[in-house]
């Protein structure tokens, strides 16, 4: 085996290009055809192919180098049996691979051609609309169509409007264009991906590498490589912000090169998003490779695609500046708490149930009990009472009831009832779990839920016992307030708030009556609850409530 040149192939006219990614590394080995380096003249960026199979022992050139035609761009051992081979000081087989070489880049054009003989005064192209993402919904029947065919229309413009079963929504075009073909009617069903209709659009003309379809380049790029404003706009609000992150705007080019683009899409980077480092802010592969890194690190700690914010950090100012501070690190349960709260309000559509329960006779009943729980050694709280009655109203209405499965559209029903109750440390707030409410009694229920209240004050909690929880309830009764929204507990789909209780005249039909009214905030998930079943719900407590004998129905 002999080592042979790597020689620069005819350019297609250009004269010198710059290197600006070297592809491969000494040692590797290489098929015919394989990309060696990529080199960008001012027009088109193009990847020079390996001659034949081998291994390469050696690159002549770095990143900035220029270089032209017939210019010793490496060295390869070729492999067995690989055309070229030969005894080292044979100048004809390296003539012969450089021959082939210059064959393979005339040949080239017929298949794909290149960038720069592309028209650059600008030209038309016709693209097919597709249904963009419709934020979950499939096959919603068109009730509108807003243009016709010929029309000339704006980037956001309306194309047809869509009702699905809670709002109407308009699509509007990804283009400036002409409307072509209109390809549905009023009353067709679309889902996302449905075509909608056919546009022409005008080309700048302004062509960098995203319109490149040269030798080499074509061969790796594909239409990904000039995102349409359509599918840059669907996939940039689910994205979190990570360190490499560059807010894409309209009509934004990359420069990337064809191997660049070919390794983005095989990890499903959107390359408009991503911070370019080589020559000229060109993006190379350890870019990309450091962006999937940083999105799958903020994916794992919660704070990026895995929560689907899309929302921007806060960046602290120097608050030394206005006098003195003092800084301590979060406890574990502190930031713990922290991140629980935050992707559950980032990921649950919160609406909130106000309503008043009057418990006059249910205090009554309950301070009778004072002596009895002495005897026991239990103290007869509201709780137990809040605890059966929501109970009740999970069996009643077992939507509240269920977790969702977004990933596998499914509803998981509960046929158990376990309640969490909210319980204010030292340490910060803990939720222990009371299993099988729906089967024990007041005393009972009193009895644990003061036993796991207290372990949570010593942190002596088990992980056991703070899991499998249906439905919260938390309680700021014994502090203050009128009403609050507290935060659903996701997976859990509703949350019970209690506050104060407040004597307040309550009219009888005849009289306004002195009577202890308990508010109540009811938090829920839209997705799972509509909100006539959230009032259904509290209706149901403040009748439980207001007569506890219902309680024993």
Request: with cysteine.
């Amino acid at each position: 085996m002999s080592e042979q040149e790597i020689k620069v192939p005819d350019l297609g006219g250009a004269d010198e290009v710059e290197v600006i990614e070297i592809i491969v590394s000494e040692g590797d080995s290489v098929e015919e055809e394989d990309p060696i380096l990529t080199v960008e003249s001012d027009k088109a960026s193009v990847e020079l192919p390996a001659p034949t199979a081998g291994k390469i022992t050696r690159i002549t050139v770095k990143v900035g180098d220029k270089v032209k035609e017939g210019d010793v761009i490496g060295l390869l051992v070729a492999s067995d049996g690989a055309g070229g081979s030969g005894d080292a000081g044979d100048d004809e087989p390296a003539e012969k691979d450089g021959e082939k070489a210059d064959e393979q880049s005339e040949a080239a054009p017929e298949d794909a051609p290149p960038a720069p003989k592309k028209k650059k005064s600008g030209g038309a192209r016709t693209e097919v609309v597709k249904v963009p993402s419709l934020d979950g919904f499939d096959d919603v029947p068109v009730i509108e169509i807003n243009v016709s065919e010929g029309d000339s229309v704006g980037e956001e413009d309306p194309l047809v409007t869509v009702e699905s079963d809670k709002a109407t929504m308009e699509i509007p075009s990804p283009f400036a264009g002409k409307i072509g073909k209109i390809l549905v009617k009023e009353g067709d069903k679309l889902s996302e991906g449905s075509d909608l209709l056919e546009m022409t659009i005008e080309d700048d003309g302004d062509d960098e590498e995203g319109s490149v379809d040269s030798s080499d380049s074509a061969r790796a790029e594909s239409p990904e490589s000039k995102p349409a404003p359509k599918e840059r706009k669907q996939e940039s609000a689910p994205q979190p912000q990570g360190s490499t992150y560059e807010p894409p705007s309209p009509g934004t080019k990359v420069h990337a090169g064809p191997a660049v683009r070919k390794l983005a899409r095989e990890l499903g980077a959107d390359l408009t998003r991503v911070k370019g480092s080589g020559p000229k802010g060109r993006i190379i592969k350890d870019d990309v490779h450091a962006y999937v890194k940083s999105q799958l690190q903020q994916a794992q700690q919660g704070t990026g695609v895995a929560t689907g914010s899309g929302i921007p950090g806060v960046k602290l100012p120097d608050f030394s500046q206005f006098g003195e501070v003092e800084r301590e690190g979060m406890s574990r349960m502190m930031a713990a708490t922290a991140a629980n709260m935050q992707r559950s309000w980032l990921n649950v559509p919160h609406v909130t149930q106000f309503d008043d329960a009057d418990i006059t006779e249910m205090e009554d009943f309950r301070k009778a009990q004072k002596a009895a729980g002495e005897k026991r050694g239990v103290k007869m709280t509201p709780l137990p009472f809040l605890l059966k009655a929501c109970a009740a109203a999970l069996a009643e209405l077992p939507q509240f009831n269920v977790s969702l499965d977004m990933e596998r559209k499914e509803v998981v029903r509960k046929k158990y009832i376990h309640i969490g109750i909210a319980v204010d440390t030292p340490h910060g707030l803990m939720v222990p779990v009371i299993r099988d409410v729906d089967q024990k009694g007041l005393w009972e229920l009193a009895a644990e839920s003061a036993e796991l209240a207290q372990k949570a004050r010593d942190k002596k909690l088990k992980p056991a016992e703070m899991q499998g929880a249906c439905f919260t309830i938390t309680s700021l009764g014994g502090i203050g307030g009128t009403a609050f929204t507290p935060i659903v507990n996701t997976p859990e789909v509703a949350i019970l708030g209690v506050s104060k209780a407040a004597m307040k005249p309550v009219w009888d039909g005849k009289a306004f009556q002195p009577r202890l009214m308990l508010p109540l905030s009811l938090s829920y998930d839209h997705r799972a609850v509509n909100g006539a079943d959230a009032a259904r719900f509290t209706n149901l407590l403040t009748q439980l409530l207001g007569d506890i004998r219902t309680l024993l129905l």
